[in-house]
């Protein structure tokens, strides 16, 4: 795939975070694909790859200016198991359709096209795609910035997201593609890194001084970069860009773009976030905490329903006077974003993270306030007996000792 984006990364050491938008984002689309029920005037591969590429000729045009032709890759793909169903005339294609490069949000109208296009191709040959977990076909994106590459201040703050969010953003996919297959490690569990906790491995990530060495850490299989992880930073040598592998393979233009609208608020989120947040997050995962509605929205993350948690757990009162005065003490925490230590739109309440075991115990058993009353508690606890920052606890407390103040006043 051909996704030159200025320049693959280099090895130096630039720190720096030029600051990126959603207009400034590049993508490139992977799409595997397994074609079965052929016939003998359509068995050969290469012919698979002229009537797709025919089919997607209209969406070149319209993506084409003068003196810059644009085309889809349309090539084999040895990875895809097209011979599953059977020997003989059972046998499928394999087909992998990768996309030009896209600028901002071009994907949001040549991803549907592109869909459409492939499966109208297919059915005039009276063939059909077949998806199924054996087939084992993916959908991969890369992300890039256009005319530069990453710095190393950018590919860290991925690279820390990576092993803080991994677990939580598997929700997104099928269950068959949530496994460490060989070709979808967990970075978790890369030679460098496996057997730390969360926070040793945010640790030694912020240690790599060159992108060679980061790679090393967060792409190692045993002690070489591989790309065969969930999330492939080693793409910033090749092609600029940082790719997504983890998604099961699909031809739904809607799934396509939800997982698209996902990696990038992924990308943009980590690139914003202060260096300091990522070993606090890092602890509140080796804690077992689960994240709110803000960060998921934040990070492109599952929200807590889809989590297993209930929505509606640990969602303080909001403010009558529409004050938020601790929001106004406190330096901002992450750009943007309202303050962490509320919940959506300011309301008041410790909603950082909920712990997933006290949840999952006290849920159905009392009731939603008796819920958040415990729940504060043992956050409150487990933020002053594990000193986790002091103005975080302090805003925390604050919050509750105004809340408390409201209650009495409302119940008198």
Known sequence: M??????????GADLSFPGVDHEEITLGVEL?????????????????????RGALIDIERKLSKPGNRVIFTVKDDASINIWWKGPGSNVGVAVEVATPILLGDQFEWVIPEMCTAI?????????????????????HVHIGIQERHYTLGELKRI???????????????AAHRRASADYIKSNRAAEQLKGLSIVQMIEKLESATTSNGLLHMINSDPDHPDKHFKYNLTATKKFGTVEFRQAEGSIDAT???????NVVTFIIGALYTPDERFPEFAYWVDQGFAW????????????PDRQGLPADIDQAPRSDDGSNEEAEESDDILPDLADLSFGSDGAEGPSVMRKRDTLRELKGKVSAKIHSHHIRERLTDKIHRKHVRERLANRIKRTLAKISKRRAAQSN
């Open 2 to 11: 051909s996704l030159s984006i200025g320049g693959a990364s280099g090895d």
């Open 32 to 52: 595997e694909l397994a074609i079965f029920n052929l016939n003998d005037d359509n068995r050969d591969h290469s012919l698979w790859f002229s009537y797709i």
């Open 119 to 139: 499966n109208d191709a297919v059915k005039r040959q009276g063939a059909t795609i077949d998806l199924s977990p054996e087939s084992e076909c993916g959908l």
């Open 159 to 173: 690279a820390k997201a990576v092993v803080i969010f991994e677990d939580v953003m598997e929700i997104h996919h």
């Open 255 to 261: 799934k396509i773009l939800e997982w698209i609208r």
């Open 292 to 303: 709110d509605e803000d960060i998921c929205a934040y990070y492109g993350l599952p929200p």
